[in-house]
């Protein structure tokens, strides 16, 4: 059965469709959770919350929109809603034109530079806090995800010109913390975090 025939059945109240559709993505959503919330448990929380949602409001969903980009929207929007209730001060970002850092620009790097690259995602994945909530689920979903500019911009109900602006004003933050020279700031130092994200865990179908 193809995905679109299952989320047919799950949109007609077909629950085991839908706990189908939960193990297909809830590694992905998992994920996205934790590099947008930083926390295991957390990350948890949300994905339980995210799938909870979807259920709900399957019945809005457009058939001729990719479910990954909808399922992606609605974690998003969650975790950006968790980190403005956190009220973190963000670091200033300055809105100078500044060369992306390496880790940024490389989408994909080559075998040689796999090392390098991988040691740079462990900074990368530890300055996202600091990022403004909009602008980290840009980095995470373009880094982490590959999702194109227009992906990104229906996931966050935005254009693809705003999505451009937010990845340069966090490539500028980033590259700038990165390099220990942001603008006469002191460097940013925060806590290592783990380059991958902890193994999804076994989601309790509360819903079904």
């Known amino acids: 059965m193809s995905e679109y ?6 949109r007609k109240g077909d629950q085991g469709a839908f706990t189908a559709l ?3 993505y809830q590694n992905a959503i998992y994920s996205l959770c934790y590099r947008m919330l ?3 448990e957390q990350a948890e929380d949300a994905a339980q919350e995210t799938f909870l949602r979807a259920y709900t409001q399957l019945h809005r969903y457009d058939p001729e929109r990719p479910f990954k980009t909808w399922l992606f929207a609605i974690a998003s929007h969650y975790c950006i809603d ?3 209730r956190r009220r973190v001060t963000w670091l ?3 809105d100078e034109p500044l060369a992306g850092h390496p880790a940024l620009r490389e989408r994909r790097a080559g075998p040689e530079e796999a090392a390098l690259h991988r040691e740079r995602a462990v900074d990368v994945q530890a300055l996202l806090e600091y990022l403004p909530p909009k602008d980290r689920a ?3 979903m373009l880094y982490w995800y590959d999702l194109s500019y227009q992906e990104i911009a229906e996931v966050t109900g935005t ?3 705003a999505v451009k602006s937010r990845l340069h004003r966090a490539r500028v933050a980033l590259a700038e ?3 220990g020279n942001s603008s006469g700031k002191a460097a940013v130092q925060p806590a290592a975090r783990p380059q991958t994200a902890p193994a999804a865990p076994a989601f309790t179908l509360a819903w079904a």
Request: charged content about 20%.
């Open 22 to 24: 939960v193990h297909s």
């Open 82 to 84: 968790r980190l403005r």
């Open 159 to 161: 254009t693809v010109s």
């Open 38 to 40: 930083g926390n295991a």
């Open 92 to 94: 200033d970002i300055d």
């Open 5 to 10: 025939e299952v989320i047919a059945q799950a």
């Open 138 to 140: 840009a980095v995470v």
């Open 177 to 179: 913390a990165m390099s």
